[in-house]
């Protein structure tokens, strides 16, 4: 069992930036690829962004892609999205998640492919 937990969210203006975190509970850490994923109110939670247990493998959702890095820190059981230009539309609950025993440069896209989830954090963006 891995419990997931997110901080870092806020309520920040449009073009500024924030930095997720999750931490993870499992020592084996460095087991796991890891992903975020976002949930606006009545929308279907969408893939963020996602990195390899190793981290020398990132995906990122066309939306995000050159203003979100996702980063990890395997000493830390840590994993990050660092958010930057951001928009109101960016605005939802974001979610991290993680899923065991892949390949070194393995990355999921499927919310349904991933063994454990955290709590959530709230990212609200105004105009």
């Known amino acids: 069992q891995v419990q997931l937990v997110e901080s870092g969210g806020g309520l920040v203006q449009a073009g500024g930036s924030l930095r997720l975190s999750c931490v993870a509970s499992?020592?084996?850490?460095?087991?796991?690829?890891m992903g975020w994923f976002r949930q606006a109110p009545g929308k279907e939670r969408e893939f963020v962004a996602a990195?390899?247990?190793?981290?020398?493998?990132?995906y990122f959702a066309d939306s995000v892609k050159g203003r979100f890095t996702i980063s990890r820190d395997n000493a830390k059981n840590t994993v990050y999205l660092r958010m930057n230009s951001l928009k109101p539309e960016d605005t939802a609950v974001y979610y991290c998640?993680?899923?065991?025993?892949?390949?070194?440069?393995?990355?999921?896209?499927?919310?349904?492919?991933?063994?454990?989830w955290g709590q959530g954090t709230q990212v609200t963006v105004s105009s």
């Open positions: 998640a993680a899923v065991e025993g892949h390949g070194s440069g393995y990355v999921s896209l499927v919310p349904s492919e991933y063994d454990y």
């Open positions: 499992r020592r084996t850490f460095s087991d796991y690829a």
């Open positions: 990195i390899s247990w190793s981290g020398g493998n990132t």
